[in-house]
């Protein structure tokens, strides 16, 4: 445990001034330590994704071996095809890239129950091999979902032909899409794989999206393609009352190498939500690469 009055003491002079980059900020050894800490008590969590999101982070944090040596008995024995995907792509993001074929033969399985994870954790970390199973749950299914993270991870990774067709399918989902909970998800994806020409689009939704969560997403993508209103609101969001949303404003703030947000992350550590303390964990972690 690290005594209050040296984390204290971290916060202070870690608090970012104007112009602070990767080049004039690092992580203090003390946190470090800290995060790893979080990051390996989450690993061992009873509660699923945040597990995973704790295995991302330690991948993040050079602990690839560690992930590894955890994760690859637990995907001799789990039976459910949801987090069989969350154990491979963790795998795969370790450097075990022969794992991804758990994900493709997932997603070409008749069962449908992991077909959308398996096509997200294939946008988050990318495949071997062929990009046929990806092309056809992106143009025969009617599984809006399925559609869109297929779609997300051909415009990821590939460059022409059907990649260049899945990316105006994000736009135009995103702009066209009634449904918040939906176009909430084109949102997240273009903000990372898409350029600042998204922007407007995105802003352009703010006003449809009621739910907090669903503008909070908006407001992040925004931040992650370099707005200047979008960034004020992330940081705003890390002291929201919704761990939710605190814990996804601390992984844009991470992505979106927001230093101005090292002090709320450092509190986050301790935050009574595990998750968004891993995620603090993680974008720490991430702003200190």
């Known amino acids: 445990m690290i005594p209050k009055i040296i984390l204290a003491l971290a916060v202070v ?41 704790a295995a991302e982070a330690l991948t993040v944090g050079g602990q690839q071996q ?14 459910d095809d949801q987090r069989r995907c969350g154990i ?18 997932i997603l ?6 992991g077909h959308v994870h398996a096509a997200e954790s294939l946008y988050k970390v990318g495949w071997k091999g062929s990009s046929a199973p990806l092309v056809e749950a992106f143009t ?28 105006e399918f994000l736009r135009d989902t995103l702009g066209q899409e009634e449904d918040p909970t939906i176009f909430r998800l084109p949102a997240w994806v273009l903000s990372r794989i898409g350029d600042k020409s998204d922007r407007d689009l995105i802003r352009s939704r703010l006003k449809d999206a009621d739910d907090p969560l669903v503008h909070a997403f908006l407001e992040h993508a925004l ?11 992330l940081l705003k969001n890390l002291k929201s009352d919704d761990p939710v949303i605190r814990t996804y404003a601390a992984v844009f703030a991470g992505e979106s190498e927001i230093f101005e947000a090292v002090p709320d992350l450092i509190r986050q550590l ?7 303390g891993i995620r603090a964990a993680q974008a720490l972690l991430t702003l200190a690469l």
């Open 270 to 276: 301790d935050d009574e939500n595990p998750d968004a």
């Open 140 to 167: 025969e299914t009617d599984d809006i979902r399925l559609k869109i993270m297929a779609a997300s991870a051909l415009a990821k990774f590939e460059k022409g032909g059907q990649g260049k067709v899945a990316i």
């Open 66 to 79: 560690e992930v590894q040596e955890f994760l690859a008995p637990k995907l001799k024995t789990e039976k």
């Open 223 to 233: 931040a992650a393609l370099g707005d200047a209103e979008g960034k004020a609101a």
């Open 108 to 113: 070409q399985k008749e069962d449908p129950h």
């Open 88 to 105: 491979a792509r963790e795998l795969v993001r370790s450097g075990d890239l022969a794992k991804s074929e758990v994900m493709i033969k």
């Open 13 to 53: 002079l870690v608090i970012p001034v104007a112009g602070i980059g990767k080049d004039t900020w690092k992580l203090d050894p003390e946190i470090r330590t800290k995060c790893l800490t979080v990051l390996r008590g989450g690993l061992q969590s009873d509660e699923f994704w945040p597990a995973m999101h």
